[in-house]
């Protein structure tokens, strides 16, 4: 009697590693940056955030050490506030976790014993996670725009130190976000070291060629020291919670355009 031959064992296409590290795996892993960071998140209670951006360069004993040890002191400052406001991980400090003032935030957020995230990207010089995020919320993206998704999602409020390229790159979608109003939150946007940014940006030749309204300048607060930062965040955040953990950040014209659509049909 013939007997058909014992079938090979076949692993599951999520198993399958060539086909995952793939161009045609691509969109698996871009949706997997999506899936996997909400699911820590949710599973370590982070409510909402407040990212720090700027230099990966700064160190503490370097030109720009005063930036590195304000970054540090707000960051627990804020922690220390924030903290004392309910059972929850509100405002929780974020940075993209590498060196600069991405350590000196998770750092200080670190000195006063509080949970702090950092949103880690591969590249090929500068960018190696620092040693003062909370390990089960350091994240390791590929993906660009798929990590400035999340830095936005949960934000409340963003201080931008001074910084190169990535800094400029990071605080600009998120100004655009907010002039835009492209997600319904408002996000609270600090320019720390008003000397620098003048240098840097002139917002106000923007305004004088008609490229951007006088008024969207009120969506920038310039900051000098450490405590009109904090006492700024500390009066100006929102103190009601959101129901849902973590409370992501809803696009604010879905609904009607849902709506919309559902008449003309």
């Known amino acids: 009697m013939n007997h058909p031959e014992r079938p090979i064992a076949v692993e599951p296409a999520y198993h399958n590693q060539v086909f995952l590290d793939s161009d045609d795996g691509r969109p698996l892993r871009i949706l997997a940056e999506y899936l996997e960071p909400l699911y820590r998140l949710r ?16 160190k503490e004993d370097g030109s720009f050490g005063q930036y590195y040890k304000d970054a540090r002191l707000l960051a627990r400052l804020l922690t220390e506030w924030s903290n004392g406001l309910s059972s929850s991980k509100r405002f929780v400090i974020c940075s993209g976790g590498g060196g600069g003032i991405m350590e000196a935030a998770n750092r200080g957020a670190a000195d006063a014993g509080g949970s702090t995230i950092g949103f880690n990207i591969g590249l090929p010089h500068e960018q190696r996670p620092n040693p003062y995020v909370t390990p089960s919320l350091l994240f390791e993206f590929h993906y660009f725009f798929m990590r400035k998704l999340w830095f936005s999602h949960l934000a409340r409020a963003l201080i931008v130190f001074p910084g190169g390229f990535g800094t400029l790159d990071e605080f600009m979608e998120m100004l655009t976000l907010a002039q835009t109003e492209k997600i319904d939150r408002d996000i609270l946007i600090l320019l720390y070291g008003s000397e620098y940014w003048k240098e840097v940006i002139n917002f106000d030749s923007l305004v004088k060629h008609g490229m951007i309204d006088a ?4 969506l920038i607060h310039r900051v000098d020291n450490v405590q009109t930062a904090f006492e700024f965040l500390k009066n100006r955040l929102p103190k009601e919670k959101e129901v849902t953990c973590p409370a992501i950040a809803k696009a604010k014209f879905s609904k009607p355009r849902i709506e919309e659509a559902t008449r003309s049909d």
């Open 215 to 218: 008024e969207d300048l009120n």
């Open 43 to 58: 599973r370590e209670g982070i409510h909402d955030t407040i990212v720090f951006f700027g230099s990966a360069r700064m």
